[in-house]
């Protein structure tokens, strides 16, 4: 069973940059996700990576302002978040499984990472 582990979360101010990382406790040819839940909402789909790196998916509101990307030799995955908003704040997941956007493709979570942009 992979286990997930994220760091790198933290408070930040609008505008300003955080780099998110999952490491994994084995090797996986999953492909693998990055899901946020804001207190009082559901959570929501952020981006997606293939095993390959060849195909990444992102939700809209972070297209252009955040960039997926692992490294199988690391059994690591990146969430680079550029230009954060107030709106971003949540805690983030790490999330290995099925490529997609839906979480319930995902079966492997870690216990997030909190993300707070203050405006």
């Known amino acids: 069973q992979v286990q997930l582990v994220e760091s790198g979360g933290g408070l930040v101010q609008a505008g300003g940059s955080l780099r998110l990382s999952c490491a994994a406790s084995?090797?996986?040819?999953?492909?693998m996700g990055w899901f946020r839940q804001a207190p009082g909402k559901e959570r929501e789909f952020v981006a997606a990576?293939?095993?390959?790196?060849?195909?990444?998916y992102y939700y809209d509101s972070v297209k252009g302002r955040f960039t997926i990307s692992r490294d199988n030799a690391k059994n690591a995955v990146y969430l680079q978040m550029n230009s954060l908003k107030p709106e971003d704040t949540a805690v983030y997941y790490c999330?290995?499984?099925?490529?997609?956007?839906?979480?319930?493709?995902?079966?492997?979570w870690g216990q997030g990472t909190q993300v707070t942009v203050s405006s």
């Open positions: 999330a290995a499984g099925p490529l997609g956007r839906e979480a319930r493709r995902y079966p492997y």
């Open positions: 084995e090797r996986t040819s999953y492909a």
């Open positions: 990576i293939s095993w390959t790196g060849g195909v990444t």
